[in-house]
């Protein structure tokens, strides 16, 4: 019962800033038209200054788990395989088979990597999380490329793929903060505290960010292919993935990293680049939708489940 209570104590500011944010766009306050600038603004700025600054403040020897890193990016790309021959076969609509294909691997791990393990471990633990955030988010942009290429019959360029990863926001965050480490260069104070400031602001505006965002408009039409998505998503990534994590002793900051890499919803960024693509926009944005709420529930009862077992 105790861990039952602290969970969620712990995971209460989840829900509340998500209903919050809910609760301003019903009441107009965060107009739908708000939505996403909103949510460039926090992924830009918000986000990728908490990843710089959880980062910069990281000791570098302890959180860099090489291990882990080698799993995520074997586990991504295992996940990957496996979507891409699933929806390859089973589904006629190359736009909506190449928008489900990647449900099975792409995680809005790079946001809620960084709020759940701050809610259950503290912001001075989740260095590497940040670390994980910052090898598999560029994977993740890598295959979705290659994945809309294959399926729309398009050639990426190396030269646009780079393109992309250079001017991702997270990654030039982390780089940043990596050189900052590497170099044993220090901000000033001046600059490191507004920079904390904005950091600490990034996991309550981004969840109802995210609140407002919500929208399960159009459902009835894709309503298999959601359920597809979804239960490959939220409950078949993690429950193929995780036996293997726990054998290799995976626990604690890191085994959560790893939980929600594989078992968070939807990555936010999916359906613009679906748009942009030639993938099924309306289908991803669903997704993103459908996963991002029902995550609330797969992702406390493994969470439940792993404490219980003495995991985490």
């Not at 980062?55 to 496996?82: H, M, Q, R, S, W």
């Not at 793929?161 to 001017?167: E, P």
């Not at 993935?241 to 939980?259: E, H």
Request: charged fraction near 10%; aromatic fraction near 10%; include cysteine.
């Amino acid at each position: 019962m105790n861990v039952l209570v602290e969970t969620f104590e712990q995971l209460f500011p989840l829900y509340f800033f998500i209903l919050l944010g809910a609760l301003l766009r019903k009441t107009k306050i965060f107009p739908e038209s708000m939505s996403q600038p909103l949510n460039r603004l926090v992924f830009i700025v918000f986000i990728s200054t908490a990843l710089f600054v959880s980062t910069y403040d990281t000791n570098l020897a302890e959180a860099a788990d090489l291990k882990a890193i080698l799993f995520a990016v074997l586990a991504v790309l295992v996940l990957a395989a496996g979507g891409l021959l699933f929806a390859a076969k089973r589904i006629k609509s190359r736009a909506r088979a190449a928008v489900i294909a990647q449900s099975a691997y792409r995680s809005n791990f790079n946001l809620h990597g960084l709020i759940y393990g701050t809610l259950l471990f503290g912001a001075a633990r989740i260095g590497v999380t940040s670390l994980l955030i910052a090898v598999t988010v560029p994977l993740f942009n890598v295959l979705s490329v290659f994945i809309f290429a294959f399926m729309t019959g398009d050639k990426p360029t190396p030269r646009a793929i780079l393109g992309k990863l250079a001017t991702n926001p997270i990654i030039i965050a982390v780089l940043l903060a990596l050189f900052f480490q590497l170099t044993s260069w220090k901000l000033p104070g001046l600059v490191y505290l507004p920079l904390n400031q904005i950091a600490q602001a990034a996991g309550p505006l981004a969840l109802m960010a995210a609140g407002s965002s919500l929208t399960f408009q159009g459902l009835k039409k894709n309503r298999s292919l959601i359920v597809t998505g979804s239960v490959m998503r939220l409950t078949l990534a993690p429950l193929l993935l995780l036996p293997p994590a726990l054998l290799l002793g995976f626990r604690d900051i890191t085994l959560l990293s790893l939980l929600v890499c594989l078992g968070g919803p939807v990555a936010s960024p999916l359906p613009p680049m679906a748009y942009e693509m030639g993938g099924d926009g309306e289908l991803a944005s669903q997704l993103v939708a459908v996963t991002s709420l029902f995550s609330l529930f797969t992702l406390h009862t493994f969470i439940l489940f792993l404490r219980f077992a003495g995991f985490l």
